[in-house]
C-alpha cells in the first residue's frame, strides 16, 4: 500500500507562483513515477507532470511547459510541481499520483497496474 500526502494549495493571484508536494510512504515498486493530475469544476481530469524516479526523467504537459516544472527530493520521498505564472484557468484540484512506469501511456503511468491517488489539494487563481 502506498499512501500520498500533498500540500501547498491556496488562493493566490494572476502572475504568482505555487509549489505543490506529494509525498509518498508505504511500498515502493521498481520503476515507479509520480504524476500530477488536475481537474477544474465541470471538466474532466488532466495530465500535468509526472517525475520518474528511476531514471530521473520529467514530463510536462504541452500547454504548461515553460510554466511548470517537476522535481524530486529522493531522502524525502517527495516530488514538487512548481508552478509560475499561474493564471486564472490554472484553478483546479490538483491530484498526485503513483504508478508503475509506462513510457508512452497517458501520463507515462501503466493504466493497467494499480495506481495510487493523494486526496487533492485546491488551487485557486483569482485575477
Known amino acids: 500500500q502506498v499512501q500520498l500526502v500533498e500540500s501547498g494549495g491556496g488562493l493566490v493571484q494572476a502572475g504568482d507562483s505555487l509549489r505543490l508536494s506529494c509525498t509518498a510512504s508505504?511500498?515502493?515498486?521498481?520503476?515507479?513515477?509520480t504524476a500530477w493530475f488536475r481537474q477544474a469544476p465541470g471538466k474532466e481530469r488532466e495530465f500535468v507532470a509526472t517525475?520518474?524516479?528511476?531514471?530521473?526523467?520529467?514530463y510536462i504537459a504541452k500547454s504548461m511547459k515553460g510554466r511548470f516544472t517537476i522535481s524530486s527530493d529522493n531522502a524525502k520521498n517527495t516530488v514538487y510541481l512548481q508552478m509560475n505564472s499561474l493564471e486564472p484557468g490554472d484553478t483546479a484540484v490538483y491530484y498526485c499520483a503513483v504508478g508503475r512506469y509506462c513510457s508512452g501511456a497517458y501520463a507515462n503511468v501503466d493504466p493497467g497496474a494499480r495506481i495510487y491517488w493523494g486526496q487533492g489539494t485546491q488551487v485557486t487563481v483569482s485575477s
Open positions: 508505504g511500498r515502493t515498486f521498481s520503476s515507479y513515477a
Open positions: 517525475f520518474v524516479w528511476s531514471v530521473g526523467s520529467t
